[in-house]
């Protein structure tokens, strides 16, 4: 357990307090020595490794009215999709052929009962050697142990903002709600991921300091770390991005907080130019998309992403180029 001491600032990670995590998040004056320890943590914990995951976005219907999320319930005029079950499985396999972790999500989509989604899941497990991710929402207790005991691996579920109030005002739920199943799936043994946006309307340092210390918290294994951006068709239309440099503090800040733990350098950082400077101030993970083409325009949930039609192989082959240019290998 170290001690960091950057600028003024003194980080005890024994006991880290809010306190110093806003100050550090104020001080621009740190920023180089702030990314540079992170980056030196990384490499200690993973080498020059970076790991690279496929995502199939199966299905975007949604139950759901997070205000932020283009593909909310409440988005009356969009075109929805859903992958029938044969069709995710095959697509599944398939991605498994390039990446070794195949993620699957979607909208909180109730067309697939728990046991649809636990036998998808056992047929890819049984047909392709590769860990699964979930990312579909909240589920009962039940729910997630059918996947549990299906095979699934981890599951993606962000806490998305720390601050109760703007939690619900954003999700029209408590915090609370979130929070109990993120702590069912941690219960259930699966690798746990969380994480939350940077920049939505209301959040200020203070609120960004308790999102980490709420990584801490609930032990999460991973921890997806993004800029908020503004989907032109949803209720935040006037509000402004999220900076894409505060996302690389907070982002270096959780790499000192969480030395082990899973950091991808997020697709909607990536969406703003900010994976080249992620993967050197603390991020060891990226996702690639590996939904069908036919897909990828449909699953908006924020404007700017990547929905060209690479063939997978294709694509991971350009990633790990270009990380083998910066001295990073693709795991
Ligand atoms: N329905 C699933 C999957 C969510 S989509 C679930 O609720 O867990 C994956 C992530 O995209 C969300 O957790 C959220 O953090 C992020 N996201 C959604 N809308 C966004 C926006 N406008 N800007 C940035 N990130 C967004």
Known sequence: MAIYVLGDHTLDLREPDRET???LLK????????????????????????FIRGIIEFSNHCRCTCAYCGINARM???????????????????????????????????????????????RIKKQANCAVTLSIGERTLEEYRMMREAGADRFLLKHETANAVL?????????????????????????????????LPGQTDETLADDLLTLVREKVQMAGIGPFIVHPDTELAGARDGDPHKTL????????????????????????????????????VIMQKATPFAYRELYDIYPGRDAREVPLEEQYETLRKGLAELGLSAE
């Open 167 to 199: 939690y619900e005002a954003l999700h029209g739920v408590p915090l609370e709600t979130r929070l109990d199943a993120q702590r069912r799936l941690r219960g259930l043994g699966f690798e746990l991921g969380g994480g939350f946006m940077v920049g």
């Open 21 to 23: 995590l806003v100050a």
């Open 27 to 50: 001080d621009e004056t740190v920023n180089e020595e702030l990314f540079h320890v992170a980056d030196c943590v990384k490499t200690r914990e993973f080498g020059n490794k970076v």
């Open 76 to 122: 009356t005029r969009i075109k929805r999709y859903r992958m029938l079950p044969d069709d995710l499985v095959d697509a599944a396999v398939h991605a498994a052929q390039t990446y070794r972790t195949v993620i699957l999500q979607s909208g909180e989509d109730r067309f697939y009962t728990a046991d649809m989604l636990a036998d998808i899941v056992r």
């Open 249 to 284: 503090k907070v982002l270096a800040l959780a790499r000192l907080l969480l030395p082990a733990c899973h950091l991808p350098s997020t697709t909607a950082l990536n969406v703003k130019g900010g994976m080249k400077n992620a993967l050197f101030c603390g991020a060891d």
